[in-house]
């Protein structure tokens, strides 16, 4: 069998497809050159032009978004696709413009010289119904135009630095949104009745008219008693006024700095707000609204990130609490393989990095960390972990520097690596991932951090002054890099040269998973980051475990070519998600 992505961005076997505002579609065969070769035929019907050409295995169309759904809701699946206006997204951040508009009539409009009309306004997120998420966007382009789109895309993927990188980062992400299409359709396994157990057990009874749930009720009472007067604990500005007129000084309602206080106001304080998270973003209006025929769908959003990180349009699905995955639950007879990738990122600095000692390192399949700390750290797991995460994400003061000078003395290519990033990112020139995704310019506003860090707009856990303790720590937000300043920017570019570059390799894990899974019942219904969920019967739940790790060795070669470093997955069959934890 040939390698399951080897051909990932192989330009043989190309048709492009234009969908026509009647339901129909013109198509056309693709040379080597990208120029057609043959003519332009008119079909009736978009599905049956694509199911009719079964030996296409790449198919040129103007929005993945716009056309896969409905070609899965006819029951026609294709091999690879180019998504045109994915591949301008990439290009237009390559070439250091970043914001632009990134459509198809807009790449047209800059290329024969008119004026560029702007991108349309994002589509909110539809909870519970399916068929709004796939409404088209955009606007129908000819054949004929979107070839003339698709040719200097060619001929500006051939002007990058590294071409053949280029063209696989298109070619990868192209890949990530047929993944996420798929999913989206298939949707998470999601047992209501149990979802509603679990709020019962946490929450109490629901009250009329839509307020407070029982048990938070109790709590915020516990906290007003505390403090000797009525205190709003959904309110953060109202808790921080309380703790200052009781004589204690605190700049949030974080939990690391509650938990320093000595007050009897925290512990029921620090209940609450867990509780509440859950009640918000996973209550039962939740489940009305997003759960339907046992099955959760959000909508993912593949590169939803400027590091190519997912997202999701709605539902919070990225950010489900340990306690409410025990109502994503398997069919019967059938299995969830949940699988995390080890240690991801340090993994990837040393592939990127090309440092000899940490792709030694890397290149074992045991507690990377312990052998960082055997080599540098004196056997402190401990401190090794936190230099490294230093090195990546910037944590350079303090004991974080001595931390990344010992760092530096074992990994000293490494460490350089991420140096360099973080001096381009503040002198402001461009930084890219291995592949070739580019740093754009620094974001100016809080919700712009937040979607730097995956976290959708939608979760309460995206910072907001006071909230966000969640979304912190190793695949967490960057504090101040919404602040647009020249340090804030080299701390983003360091993890953006290494957080983006996993997000590359991820893509490539994606596209060789889904090949490896083709000829199974077995089919993804979950990603986040370094994290895949395969619903399959149960006995295929071995080949998939087989397949997760065959895909992960071919994305580890195809991102960053033939070097030492191993990217093991620690993989767990249940049939409940919270026992794979």
């Given at each position: 069998?040939?390698?399951?992505?080897?051909?990932?961005?192989?330009?043989?076997?190309?048709?492009?497809?234009?969908?026509?505002?009647?339901?129909?579609?013109?198509?056309?065969?693709?040379?080597?050159?990208?120029?057609?070769?043959?003519?332009?035929?008119?079909?009736?019907?978009?599905?049956?032009?694509?199911?009719?050409?079964?030996?296409?295995?790449?198919?040129?169309?103007?929005?993945?978004?716009?056309?896969?759904?409905?070609?899965?809701?006819?029951?026609?699946?294709?091999?690879?696709?180019?998504?045109?206006?994915?591949?301008?997204?990439?290009?237009?951040?390559?070439?250091?413009?970043?914001?632009?508009?990134?459509?198809?009539?807009?790449?047209?409009?800059?290329?024969?010289?008119?004026?560029?009309?702007?991108?349309?306004?994002?589509?909110?997120?539809?909870?519970?119904?399916?068929?709004?998420?796939?409404?088209?966007?955009?606007?129908?382009?000819?054949?004929?135009?979107?070839?003339?789109?698709?040719?200097?895309?060619?001929?500006?993927?051939?002007?990058?630095?590294?071409?053949?990188?280029?063209?696989?980062?298109?070619?990868?992400?192209?890949?990530?949104?047929?993944?996420?299409?798929?999913?989206?359709?298939?949707?998470?396994?999601?047992?209501?009745?149990?979802?509603?157990?679990?709020?019962?057990?946490?929450?109490?009874?629901?009250?009329?008219?839509?307020?407070?749930?029982?048990?938070?009720?109790?709590?915020?009472?516990?906290?007003?008693?505390?403090?000797?007067?009525?205190?709003?604990?959904?309110?953060?500005?109202?808790?921080?006024?309380?703790?200052?007129?009781?004589?204690?000084?605190?700049?949030?309602?974080?939990?690391?700095?509650?938990?320093?206080?000595?007050?009897?106001?925290?512990?029921?304080?620090?209940?609450?707000?867990?509780?509440?998270?859950?009640?918000?973003?996973?209550?039962?209006?939740?489940?009305?609204?997003?759960?339907?025929?046992?099955?959760?769908?959000?909508?993912?959003?593949?590169?939803?990130?400027?590091?190519?990180?997912?997202?999701?349009?709605?539902?919070?699905?990225?950010?489900?609490?340990?306690?409410?995955?025990?109502?994503?639950?398997?069919?019967?007879?059938?299995?969830?393989?949940?699988?995390?990738?080890?240690?991801?990122?340090?993994?990837?600095?040393?592939?990127?990095?090309?440092?000899p000692a940490l792709m030694e390192v890397a290149g074992q399949d045991s507690d990377l960390?312990?052998?960082?700390?055997?080599?540098?750290?004196?056997?402190?797991?401990?401190?090794?972990?936190?230099?490294?995460?230093?090195?990546?994400?910037?944590?350079?003061?303090?004991?974080?520097?001595?931390?990344?000078?010992?760092?530096?003395?074992?990994?000293?290519?490494?460490?350089?690596?991420?140096?360099?990033?973080?001096?381009?990112?503040?002198?402001?020139?461009?930084?890219?991932?291995?592949?070739?995704?580019?740093?754009?310019?620094?974001?100016?506003?809080?919700?712009?951090?937040?979607?730097?860090?995956?976290?959708?707009?939608?979760?309460?856990?995206?910072?907001?002054?006071?909230e966000g303790e969640e979304g912190r720590g190793e695949h967490g937000w960057l504090p101040?890099?919404?602040?647009?300043?020249?340090?804030?920017?080299?701390?983003?570019?360091?993890?953006?040269?290494?957080?983006?570059?996993?997000?590359?390799?991820?893509?490539?894990?994606?596209?060789?998973?889904?090949?490896?899974?083709?000829?199974?019942?077995?089919?993804?219904?979950?990603?986040?980051?370094?994290?895949?969920?395969?619903?399959?019967?149960?006995?295929?739940?071995?080949?998939?475990?087989?397949?997760?790790?065959?895909?992960?060795?071919?994305?580890?070669?195809?991102?960053?070519?033939?070097?030492?470093?191993?990217?093991?997955?620690?993989?767990?069959?249940?049939?409940?998600?919270?026992?794979?934890?």
């Amino acid at each position: 069998m040939s390698d399951p992505a080897a051909t990932l961005a192989d330009m043989t076997d190309r048709w492009v497809l234009a969908p026509a505002e009647d339901g129909g579609a013109e198509v056309a065969p693709l040379g080597p050159d990208g120029l057609p070769a043959g003519p332009v035929l008119r079909e009736a019907d978009l599905a049956g032009a694509v199911r009719g050409r079964p030996d296409v295995t790449r198919w040129v169309w103007r929005s993945t978004r716009e056309v896969y759904p409905r070609l899965l809701a006819a029951g026609v699946r294709v091999e690879r696709c180019y998504d045109i206006e994915d591949a301008e997204t990439l290009l237009l951040g390559h070439e250091g413009r970043s914001g632009e508009p990134r459509s198809a009539a807009a790449a047209l409009a800059r290329l024969r010289g008119g004026p560029v009309p702007p991108d349309p306004p994002p589509r909110s997120a539809a909870p519970g119904a399916q068929s709004p998420l796939f409404e088209p966007q955009g606007v129908h382009l000819p054949l004929t135009d979107l070839l003339a789109v698709y040719a200097e895309q060619q001929r500006r993927h051939a002007a990058t630095a590294h071409p053949d990188r280029m063209r696989l980062l298109t070619a990868a992400e192209s890949a990530g949104m047929l993944v996420a299409t798929e999913m989206n359709r298939a949707g998470l396994p999601w047992r209501a009745d149990v979802h509603r157990e679990v709020l019962g057990e946490l929450l109490g009874e629901r009250y009329a008219g839509g307020g407070e749930p029982r048990r938070l009720a109790e709590l915020a009472d516990e906290v007003s008693a505390a403090f000797g007067h009525r205190v709003r604990p959904d309110l953060p500005a109202e808790v921080v006024k309380a703790f200052a007129r009781a004589g204690i000084k605190v700049r949030s309602t974080r939990r690391w700095e509650l938990e320093s206080v000595d007050h009897p106001a925290v512990a029921p304080l620090l209940e609450y707000k867990k509780l509440y998270r859950v009640w918000v973003a996973h209550g039962w209006s939740w489940l009305q609204d997003w759960v339907r025929e046992g099955r959760f769908r959000p909508e993912f959003l593949a590169g939803g990130t400027v590091t190519g990180r997912w997202v999701t349009n709605g539902g919070g699905a990225l950010q489900i609490p340990k306690v409410i995955r025990r109502a994503v639950v398997a069919d019967p007879g059938w299995r969830l393989v949940v699988a995390d990738a080890d240690q991801m990122e340090p993994r990837v600095l040393a592939a990127i990095s090309r440092d000899p000692a940490l792709m030694e390192v890397a290149g074992q399949d045991s507690d990377l960390y312990q052998s960082v700390s055997d080599r540098a750290f004196s056997g402190d797991r401990a401190q090794a972990k936190l230099a490294v995460l230093g090195a990546v994400y910037g944590q350079t003061s303090g004991d974080g520097l001595k931390n990344l000078a010992a760092l530096r003395r074992r990994f000293p290519k490494a460490v350089a690596y991420v140096d360099e990033a973080a001096r381009a990112g503040e002198e402001g020139r461009l930084v890219r991932t291995w592949l070739g995704r580019t740093c754009p310019p620094a974001a100016g506003t809080s919700e712009d951090a937040t979607q730097e860090a995956g976290l959708p707009q939608d979760d309460p856990r995206a910072p907001d002054g006071q909230e966000g303790e969640e979304g912190r720590g190793e695949h967490g937000w960057l504090p101040g890099y919404a602040s647009g300043n020249a340090r804030a920017r080299g701390r983003f570019a360091r993890n953006f040269v290494v957080q983006g570059s996993a997000a590359d390799w991820a893509l490539l894990l994606l596209a060789a998973l889904r090949r490896g899974c083709r000829d199974m019942a077995a089919e993804p219904v979950f990603f986040q980051h370094d994290e895949v969920i395969v619903h399959c019967p149960k006995e295929e739940a071995d080949a998939v475990v087989e397949a997760i790790r065959e895909a992960s060795a071919t994305a580890g070669r195809l991102t960053f070519g033939e070097t030492p470093v191993r990217f093991p997955f620690t993989t767990a069959v249940v049939e409940c998600y919270a026992d794979a934890k």
